[in-house]
């Protein structure tokens, strides 16, 4: 599976971004996806997962409320609508693809990643 992220950008705080992960190569619909995220001098940390259908969503506690994952299997794509977004969401963002059934929150149990896209949000 091959992944590409994108929708990354600029905005102040309050606002809102839409981050897309289209895939190509085997077949998208049977892997759950995930979205993660790393800041400056910090390690990778989980943002949010989807299941292979997504009947299921998770979320990591500093994102729940604000951030909606969903995926368009027709369309080989994730999303990751951010909303209310804080300046501590700065990062780049990473959307991986993993053969664990239901879900996954830790970066070894994702067996492929995009190349990740740059959100800043200003204060």
């Known amino acids: 599976v091959q992944l590409q992220a994108s929708g990354g950008g600029l905005v102040q705080a309050g606002g809102s971004l839409r981050l897309s992960c289209a895939a190509s190569g085997r077949t998208f619909s049977s892997y759950a996806m995930g979205w993660f995220r790393q800041a400056p001098g910090k390690e990778r940390e989980f943002v949010a997962a989807?299941?292979?259908?997504?009947?299921?969503?998770y979320y990591a506690d500093s994102v729940k409320g604000r951030f909606t994952i969903s995926r368009d299997n027709a369309k080989n794509t994730v999303y990751l609508q951010m909303n209310s977004l804080k300046p501590e969401d700065t990062a780049v963002y990473y959307c991986?693809?993993?053969?664990?059934?239901?879900?996954?929150?830790?970066?070894?149990?994702?067996?492929?990643w995009g190349q990740g896209t740059q959100v800043t949000v200003s204060s």
């Open positions: 989807i299941s292979w259908s997504g009947g299921s969503t």
């Open positions: 991986a693809a993993t053969g664990v059934t239901g879900w996954a929150h830790k970066v070894y149990e994702y067996d492929y």
